[in-house]
């Protein structure tokens, strides 16, 4: 018996992993070949001229170049909340929270965790009305309430992967700068959060995927079919998934559907693009703080 | 010739959760002098150690009675007293661990570590140091073309001599080793030895060790730590 599970349980292994692979193979390739013949310039800058467009002189109709624009400001924006909050509170639960006080945020944030994105879409939709009551009636659904609500879906990502990347630092490198006079707040800053960086890297790679993905929070708090380029923090604003929930649910012919496999196809490069840009700061970061004689 | 008292413990009880460590344990040490810790394993020297740098307060469950004075800036000074800050007691006390522990930053960082966080920010001032501290402990010729490499592919005997040159850039007045030879090949540990005998002239070293040749090599007086005390008079002058 015991021979019998010491086979079939990494043939096992090895057919999940297969198994993965194999989706995530079938769901690109099928984008890819769904959508690829309508990657032309068209797609992106519909009938303007791309170099008008890239130069913000025209505004794009029926091109997805103002919806990219707006996830990656969406994203940018989300994460650049997210980040420090989370960090802070990460340090917060790692390095100073003890006994019930630990444990009950730590309840907490599982929960805040487990919300599901259309509640938290409801909960910056109606900050946006009481803003618009209570404070200006400037004020409505925008970029700026969307990136908030988004920063509060992944502030828990942020906060969880900074809180165990500190508490799984070994205890003799944690007390290694202790033993030659450094202070609490030396050890954190100068070793234990460089020591973190790639647990913290994959933390702000999970939040920036789920902003960029995300369509729930945004439908209800400020994105639009057609918005053109946001012109402030306080305007309406074309993002990737929405385009692509918008066009799959009412598309007017063949082509117009085609679009929206370009769309994906572009969300994924997008993705792609701000995640290597995660680990190329991420390398900065750790080569300053570490290597650098 | 009896050398000046540098550190002296009185009654030292220590325990972990409630699991008693040291009882009573009563010693002095004198300046610019080895004294080799021995005893079995478990029975507190490495505590001990921890007590004289209070590094046992960044552990939990710790606990400790008894009062540690030390001889600095021309008095006894009780290093558990209010108006001793902790951050500038390890300062002027290093340690070497049993294993080395270099930070995962490159070895020129490392080296340098303890005088930044001092706040010293001088750049010409740093590089100076850190070469003289590598010198001394004969590294210098080893890493001076790679001082930007991380400090985890030095091997284990290099390592420990870059830890000894990290706790030596701040010239300590005390060296706490808690066998430091014990996970290095023997060419390692002579170099090592050699290097502490050197450091005599300028610190008090108190070396805990398992070797016996390795103690009657290098130190200048041994004490026995049983059961968590000193059951002889470790108060005593130097023995020859």
Request: net charge positive; proline share 5%.
């Amino acid at each position: 018996m015991t021979r019998f599970l010491e086979k079939t349980v990494p043939a096992f292994a090895w057919l999940c992993g297969a198994v993965f692979l194999a989706a995530i193979a079938s769901v690109v390739g099928y984008l890819l070949y769904k959508g690829l013949r309508t990657l032309d310039p068209g797609l992106f800058f519909g009938d303007t001229a791309p170099l008008d467009a890239l130069l913000m002189k025209r505004r794009v109709f029926g091109g997805i170049f103002p919806a990219m624009a707006g996830t990656v400001l969406l994203v940018v924006l989300s994460v650049g909340w997210a980040v420090p909050i989370g960090l802070a509170a990460g340090i917060y639960l790692a390095e100073y929270a003890r006994g019930g006080t630990k444990d009950t945020l730590n309840f907490f944030f599982d929960i805040l965790a487990g919300l599901p994105s259309i509640v938290v879409g409801l909960f910056g939709f109606s900050l946006a009305v009481f803003l618009n009551k209570n404070v200006s009636a400037r004020l409505h659904p925008c970029l700026l309430v969307s990136s908030v609500a988004l920063a509060f879906l992944v502030l828990p990502y942020i906060i969880r992967t900074t809180q165990v990347s500190l508490e799984t630092v070994p205890p003799r490198v944690r007390m290694t700068a202790r033993s030659m006079g450094a202070t609490r707040l030396q050890n954190i800053f100068r070793v234990l959060l460089p020591q973190s960086l790639p647990g913290l890297s994959s933390g702000v790679i999970l939040a920036i995927g789920r902003c960029a993905e995300d369509t729930a929070v945004i439908m209800l708090t400020g994105a639009v079919a057609t918005a053109g380029i946001p012109g402030s923090l306080l305007s309406h604003y074309e993002a990737l998934p929405f385009y692509i929930y918008y066009i799959s649910a009412q598309y007017a012919d063949q082509r117009e559907l085609a679009t929206g496999y370009g769309a994906s196809i572009v969300l994924l490069a997008v993705c792609l693009l701000l995640f290597f840009l995660a680990f190329l700061v991420r390398k900065s970061v750790t080569s300053r703080a570490l290597y650098r004689a | 010739m009896t050398l000046p008292v540098k550190i002296r413990t009185h009654k030292i009880s220590f325990s972990y959760d409630g699991k008693p460590v040291l009882r009573d344990a009563t010693a002095c040490f004198h300046e610019k002098s080895i004294t080799a810790i021995v005893g079995p394993s478990g029975c507190g020297k490495s505590t001990f150690l921890l007590t004289l740098n209070r590094l046992w307060e960044e552990m939990p469950n710790g606990s400790m009675r008894g009062t540690v004075e030390m001889h600095l800036d021309g008095a006894f000074r009780d290093i558990y007293g209010k108006d001793f800050p902790v951050v500038q007691l390890r300062r002027r006390v290093g340690m070497i661990f049993q294993e080395p522990n270099p930070l995962p930053m490159s070895i020129f960082r490392n080296v340098a570590f303890p005088l930044q966080l001092a706040g010293i920010r001088e750049r010409d001032l740093i590089r100076n140091k850190v070469e003289r501290a590598l010198r001394k402990v004969r590294l210098w010729n080893e890493v001076e073309n790679r001082l930007s490499d991380p400090a985890l592919s030095l091997s284990g005997g290099q390592q420990q001599r870059m830890c000894l040159a990290r706790a030596l850039i701040l010239e300590p007045e005390v060296l706490l080793l808690d066998e430091p030879t014990s996970s290095l090949d023997p060419k390692a540990v002579e170099a090592v030895e050699q290097l502490l005998v050197d450091l005599k002239g300028r610190c008090t070293l108190l070396v805990v060790s398992h070797y016996l040749d390795q103690v009657r090599r290098i130190a200048d007086r041994v004490v026995e730590l049983r059961d968590g005390a000193f059951p002889i008079d470790a108060g005593t002058a130097l023995m020859g």
